[in-house]
């Protein structure tokens, strides 16, 4: 249930925040990258629309009325609060900027990033030894929160609490070669094995909780992009 302090959040949140606008097709959806130009309290908010190779090829399926889905991070929130609705565009504007008018939501959907709360999730990666070109693991991240996440996925050899390893995966369309950056969604986080748990007699897979090894903006981006990105799925 949306609380009255969310729509609040929403109303005065800053000009500029980073929104990532989910557009859906009847095939699949279209994800773009925007900044929020304004919001007219109960009446609409307003995105900047971008020249980039991504907002061209989603011209076609920018119409009033098209459904969308929005995401943003309240970075002047003291808990950093993800705000997640599902509203329609009202308007294409092209006369004082390229802006697009987007429907008020009526529903908010909140997620607290920088509270300790494990954020369930099923998305696919590899687990890496930091120097290592063939993953010693393939699975599934299972939760995440900003200290760290857990891992169901192959039985790694050797491996024992305090080991230090790499966590790849990719949060966009294309995979690429993935160094300590992100890169076009990818993304190869250090992290540290803090528990390993057998799941049942009948598998060889293990339960894998690591902690992140570093508290830096990738890091962070990672965590923010991987709840962004499973909202929608």
Same mark, same amino acid.
């Given at each position: 249930m949306?609380?009255?302090?969310?729509?609040d959040c929403l109303n005065t949140m800053r000009c500029k925040t980073e929104v990532y606008l989910q557009v859906l097709t009847p095939t699949q959806p279209i994800r773009l990258k925007s900044r929020l130009i304004g919001v007219d309290p109960f009446m609409s908010v307003i995105l900047a629309m971008h020249n980039d190779a991504d907002w061209f090829s989603a011209?076609?399926?920018?119409?009033?009325?098209q459904v969308v889905v929005i995401r943003l991070l309240n970075c002047e929130d003291s808990e950093a609060n993800?705000?997640?609705?599902? $509203?329609?565009?009202?308007? /294409?504007?092209?006369?004082?900027?390229?802006?697009?008018?987007i429907d008020y939501p009526k529903q908010i959907q909140k997620v607290c990033l920088r509270?300790?709360?494990?954020?369930?999730?099923?998305?696919?990666?590899?687990i890496y030894h930091e120097k290592s070109t063939k993953p010693v693991s393939t699975g599934n991240l299972t939760d995440i929160s900003i200290k760290g996440c857990a891992f169901t996925g192959d039985f790694i050899a050797g491996c024992v609490v305090g080991? $230090?390893?790499?966590?790849? /995966?990719?949060?966009?369309?294309n995979k690429a070669n993935l160094g300590t950056e992100s890169n076009n969604g990818n993304f190869a986080i250090p992290i540290t094995v803090k528990n390993i748990t057998d799941i049942s007699l009948h598998t060889e897979q293990k339960q894998y909780g690591f902690i992140f090894s570093q508290k830096d903006q990738t890091t962070t981006d990672f965590i923010k992009k991987t709840i962004f990105y499973n909202l929608s799925h």
């Open positions: 949306t609380e009255n302090s969310d729509f011209k076609n399926f920018l119409r009033e009325g993800i705000f997640a609705f599902r $509203c329609n565009i009202q308007k /294409i504007m092209s006369i004082a900027g390229n802006w697009l008018v509270q300790n709360v494990r954020y369930p999730i099923q998305h696919g990666c590899d080991d $230090c390893y790499q966590l790849r /995966i990719q949060l966009g369309e």
